[in-house]
């Protein structure tokens, strides 16, 4: 996420703490400096601006393959450094296997960035109609670089590889927009694609407040790109109390964590941005990147995480757009339980409290990823005929809940039939319609004492809330709760979940956040305790998993958006509309003896601003405009209320 993690000359960069690579078990800390020789280029654009790349390439027997070797290449706005051809980072490339296998490892600082020249800009747009050589975008700054790089780097095979994760994500996808010839394989992971449906800046029209101003605080604008920024603060709250709740309800409507003086002071545009562009305008429409996958010749592998707090969504748009625009085209997706980034820097083999039971990003930086680069830009894995042994399948994800790996000719997958889980009296939850002639559930929603989004105080946005026990919600008097009975037979469901209300609110303008939800049966073994940060703490308490409401999916869904993402619409109090939204996929068994559960509410708080519950611009909403508000969600035959899933059918 730009909120989150990136790629600098092979480490990965947390937007809240510097999180390093996985380490090579075998590989000595010295290994990039004893194997690799570093280079420093500042290339050439078409418009005269010069991109600092960092080269690292194979020394001269360092490697039992002595080449022609691949480029492997990263672009980021997050450095590239360390500068300096006698300087090396303790890795290079996507993964310890890749770079024990030997490729021309190349890092890019972005346009506008750090030892970049050029103008920054947010996602920078794609150009359909380049008129001339000034009009630029990264999918033309990439061709110039290639060009640059099989001119000037000796010992190459003439192939490109481009992988990158979060924004260098996106610089991943928009690299291969009509992309160099040379271009043979690339590996957009969790890539931002379309900011204001799912991904960073806003969920279901609410923005994503906690993420995003932890993230503004350290990523800003640069007074001169050829000096690289000095360090900011991280995390955030920015007061004597590290509790992000408290810190974020004090400050106020987001307006004032903008121009405040103890928040941002008005000194970060991309912040202001971000908070402003409240509706689907033309600020986020040409920084869509999935309108403009075309022209895409290399084989494409697109990678993201079930638990992605930042860019959960961007990695299906992304696959989804390729193929739509690029028929044919060798485009792969695979998704892991993972959070941003975490198949490159964690075992995954748990989150929180939830295991998986296998080190799954091991499996996948060998079986997937590196057999991937090594086929398209080495041609290894292949028969005397020239054949691709095991090729990827088309979807290669993860399924949670029975944690094993699943292949599919097409996500999702075709067999995947629509069901829809529905609300009844009494807190029940299930298959069948409501029959009753009449039926609402109510209760009252208060901006001053919003939902929190975990049960734990914590100073950002932790990844595991997304697996996190929703028991803390369960017992408010602000949160619907509808269960089934214990099921008999495992169910899966795969792709998109699609919440289906009609509501009512005596307010002008609600929230309705709605969690799918895996409840454990009692007799489930207890798990050793963990922290906030998916640390294992040592001595802790084990956590009582019986009974454990592990979240599956949750979203927002403002309901001024219910008709027009442009042109937003105010509710008329009392009166019942509908209120239709689509969460990110996901691909999970509630196993026999669990229940489903979903939870309603109208706050999640930080991690959504809050609604004032009035028809307002909410940044520049004043205090006295945050009103208390009663919610109905309808339940009757005539007005039925749930959610749609796709469900598989079981073996």
């Known amino acids: 996420m730009k909120a989150g993690f990136c790629v600098a000359a092979g480490l990965l960069c947390s937007g809240i703490a510097a999180l390093a690579q996985a380490p090579a078990a075998a590989a000595p800390d010295d290994f990039v400096r004893t194997h690799y020789a570093k280079f420093e280029y500042r290339i050439p654009m078409r418009d005269g601006a010069k991109m600092f790349a960092a080269v690292y390439v194979p020394k001269a027997g360092a490697f039992k393959d002595a080449g022609p070797y691949p480029f492997l290449m990263t672009k980021t706005p997050y450095s590239c450094g360390p500068y300096g051809v006698d300087k090396f980072p303790p890795r290079v490339g996507p993964s310890a296997e890749l770079m024990e296998s030997g490729y021309i490892f190349v890092c890019e600082d972005a346009r506008g960035r750090y030892a970049s020249e050029g103008v920054f800009q947010e996602m920078n747009p794609h150009i359909v109609d380049k008129k001339g050589p000034k009009d630029v975008d990264e999918s033309s700054d990439m061709y110039d670089t290639v060009e640059f790089l099989l001119k000037n780097v000796p010992n190459n095979n003439g192939k490109v590889g481009i992988t990158g994760i979060s924004y260098p994500g996106f610089y991943t996808s928009a690299s291969i927009i009509d992309s160099h010839p040379a271009i043979k394989a690339a590996s957009p992971q969790a890539p931002m694609t379309d900011l204001f449906f799912n991904d960073d800046g806003y969920h279901g029209g609410a923005f994503m407040l906690g993420a995003n101003y932890g993230f503004y605080r350290s990523f800003r604008p640069q007074k001169n790109p050829l000096i690289p920024s000095a360090p900011s603060p991280r995390g955030v709250s920015n007061s004597e109390n590290p509790d992000t709740y408290a810190t974020l309800l004090a400050a106020g409507p987001t307006t004032d964590l903008d121009k405040g003086k103890e928040y941002l002071n008005g000194e970060n545009w991309l912040f202001h941005d971000q908070v402003m562009h409240t509706t689907y305008d033309d600020y986020w429409r040409k920084r869509d990147l999935s309108r403009h996958m075309k022209g895409v010749h290399t084989a494409v592998m697109v990678v993201g995480g079930w638990f992605d707090a930042e860019d959960l969504s961007g990695p299906f748009k992304t696959f ?140 950002t946005v932790p990844q595991r809330y997304m697996a996190d026990d929703q028991r803390f919600a369960a017992t408010r008097p602000d949160v619907l709760v509808y269960v089934s009975e214990p099921l008999t037979e495992d169910l899966t469901i795969a792709g998109p979940v699609k919440p289906k209300l009609k509501i009512a609110s005596t307010g002008t303008d609600s929230d309705f956040v709605v969690k799918m939800i895996d409840v454990y049966p009692y007799d489930y073994p207890l798990s050793q305790g963990t922290d906030a940060g998916n640390k294992r703490i040592v001595g802790a308490a084990p956590v009582v998993m019986g009974g454990y409401e592990q979240l599956v999916r949750g979203e927002p869904m403002r309901a001024k958006f219910r008709d027009s993402w442009e042109k937003p619409t105010a509710l008329v109090p009392g009166k019942m509309v509908t209120l239709n939204g689509e969460m990110p996929d996901v691909n999970h068994t509630f196993r026999a003896g669990h229940r489903i559960m979903v939870q309603v509410q109208s706050s999640w708080f930080p991690l959504v601003d809050r609604n004032p519950q009035t028809f307002v611009d909410i940044p520049l909403a004043k205090p006295e405009q945050f009103v208390k508000a009663t919610e109905s969600v309808y339940r009757s035959a005539d007005a039925a209320s749930g959610v749609e899933v796709l469900v598989l059918p079981q073996p």
């Not at 949670?400 to 009844?424: C, D, I, M, R, S």
């Open 320 to 459: 989804h757009a390729i193929d739509q625009y690029n028929p044919g085209a060798v485009n792969t997706l695979v998704i892991g339980p993972w959070t941003h980034g975490g198949w490159a820097r964690t075992d995954g083999d748990r989150l929180g409290d939830v295991t998986f039971n296998a080190k799954t990003s091991l499996f996948y930086r060998e079986k997937i990823e590196l057999p991937f680069f090594e086929f398209y830009l080495k041609g290894v894995g292949v028969d005397k005929s020239g054949n691709r042994i095991g090729p990827l399948p088309k979807a290669y994800v993860f399924e949670t809940g029975t944690n094993v790996w699943k292949t599919y000719e097409a996500w999702p997958p075709k067999q995947a039939a629509a069901k829809t889980l529905y609300f009844h009296a009494d807190g029940k939850l299930s298959f069948d319609a409501p029959s009753e002639k009449t039926g609402v559930d109510e209760y009252v929603s208060d901006p001053a004492h919003p939902v929190p989004f975990v049960g734990y105080p914590t100073d």
